[in-house]
């Protein structure tokens, strides 16, 4: 089979997400037969570095054999069996593994498919447990500038990215949306730190003035994935636990896409040295494999459903797949890999490679800012660098970036106009060298007039 076989036939009956259609009358579709630790080769053997992860989900590259034999392992035993009335040992030994390495006081897991349903279900539990508590009250959040949680309604919602949220907002609830610590909007001369400070302001006068109504506040901990990849410091997530305690308000950190080592931490969370009430983690649970998603909470939570039936305080919430037995057993694996292989601490080297990678960029007249925190890295492209402007939206620079970057094996696929690397944890220096060299090639081209 050719590549335009199968893209022929997928665009007759494939309707793809996040995406314009029309748009494939000149983008190509890219079709993929295979895939080989940080590479995807199509049908015709071009071959892509997949420097974004597949959408952030992979960890130990595409094929894992590692992986593989876990999942082959697993499905001989058990596929899947309903979680409510029953258990089996995936699912427990994830649990326990998971409340080992997530903060201190998360020693609850409950399980659901995918990010935006765990932020769901995360969002529901805060809402009851107050309820529970004799707070009915309590039933609004509060959410950040420039925040990303998901595509369902609530988790829509909870986010402030207009792209994604403006077409439903009729729809949607209504949040408390407090300013984003994103340092990208600091002053010239102020640091990330006493910026994040700054903005922290806002968020403590909500809490202040309307703590009675809030059940919850909701953060992605140091960057806003979907936000176009702003970073912050996180010194915002220790004010912020110390705020939602002085209140009584939970804290709930989307750990969706930065957990499981983006950061340079296992969980961005340790950064700021805290504990959340509710942790949601999906994306690199299952290393890039399944679908699969975790809220871990506090004893304390769990404990305000605990009760008779009668009482009708129990947390009556569920997904078909809840705890599916192949996710979670690609998901200890997960965990193996990162214990055995000491991935945190050599992936400290990776991230220093790119960081050296792109410095000659730092000059450039149209890049605005490059961040960084540990493994995921962001170039900015603006229009005038000293006052930051951006390019019009309208005018897709960072398409031109991802187009050229095809040309020269690789998946570089920028948010707006903000070419990021967040590849899989197998990556070789040479191969980062060399994503840094496409990205420049790309960013030149893309800011031509
Ligand atoms: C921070 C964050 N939360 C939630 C989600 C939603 O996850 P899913 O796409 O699995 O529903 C995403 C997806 O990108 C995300 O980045």
């Not at 201190?104 to 897991?109: A, F, I, R, V």
């Not at 805060?126 to 998901?150: A, E, I, T």
């Not at 202040?208 to 176009?228: F, M, S």
């Not at 149209?366 to 000293?386: P, S």
């Amino acid at each position: 089979m050719r590549n335009a076989d199968l893209v022929k036939r997928d665009l007759k009956s494939v309707w793809h997400p996040c995406t314009q259609m029309k748009d494939h009358e000149t983008l190509p579709l890219i079709p993929i037969k295979r895939g080989e630790g940080v590479w995807l080769e199509d049908f015709e053997e071009n071959r892509y570095i997949d420097a974004v992860s597949s959408w952030w989900v992979n960890l130990f590259g595409h094929a894992n054999p590692r992986i593989n034999a876990a999942i082959r392992e697993q499905t001989e035993q058990l596929e899947h069996v309903i979680l409510a009335g029953f258990s089996h040992e995936p699912v427990v030994n994830l649990s326990e593994r998971l409340i080992e390495v997530t903060p201190e006081g998360l020693n609850k897991c409950f399980y659901a498919d995918n990010g935006s349903s765990a932020i769901e279900a995360a969002l529901k539990m805060s809402y009851h447990y107050w309820r529970n508590m004799g707070k009915p009250g309590k039933k609004n959040f509060v959410n950040l500038g420039n925040s990303y949680h998901g595509e369902t309604l609530g988790a829509l919602a909870l986010g402030d990215v207009s792209l994604y949220k403006d077409t439903y907002e009729p729809l949607l609830m209504e949040v408390i949306t407090a300013p984003s610590p994103d340092a990208f909007n600091r002053e010239a001369g102020e640091s990330w730190e006493d910026y994040a400070l700054r903005q922290f302001e806002g968020m403590e006068k909500i809490l202040a003035e309307r703590h009675d109504e809030i059940c919850a506040v909701v953060v992605e901990p140091l960057i806003q994935c979907a936000g176009n990849m702003r970073m912050h410091h996180a010194i915002y997530h220790k004010k912020l636990r110390e705020a939602c305690d002085k209140y009584g308000v939970h804290l709930i950190a989307d750990e969706i896409a930065v957990g499981f080592g983006r950061t340079g931490t296992m969980f961005a969370c340790e950064q700021a040295g805290i504990s959340p009430d509710f942790m949601c983690l999906s994306k690199g649970l299952t290393a890039g494999y399944l679908p699969l998603s975790v809220v871990l909470t506090t004893d304390t939570v769990y404990d305000a459903f605990y009760d008779d039936y009668e009482t009708m305080r129990a947390f009556l919430h569920s997904h078909s797949y809840t705890g599916n037995p192949i996710g979670c057993a690609v998901a200890l694996a997960t965990l193996d890999i990162f214990r055995d292989d000491n991935v945190i601490e050599n992936n400290r080297r990776l991230a220093q490679c790119m960081t050296d990678s792109v410095a000659h960029l730092a000059d450039h007249p149209n890049v605005g800012d490059i961040r960084q925190h540990g493994m995921t890295l962001a170039i900015e492209m603006v229009k005038d660098r000293t006052t930051k402007t951006p390019f019009p939206w309208q005018e897709r620079r960072g398409i031109k970036v991802y187009r050229h970057s095809l040309t020269r094996q690789a998946l570089l696929r920028p948010l707006g106009n903000v070419v990021y690397f967040m590849p899989p944890y197998v990556i070789t220096e040479e191969q980062i060298k060399h994503l840094a060299q496409v990205a420049t090639e790309g960013i030149e081209i893309a800011v031509r007039d």
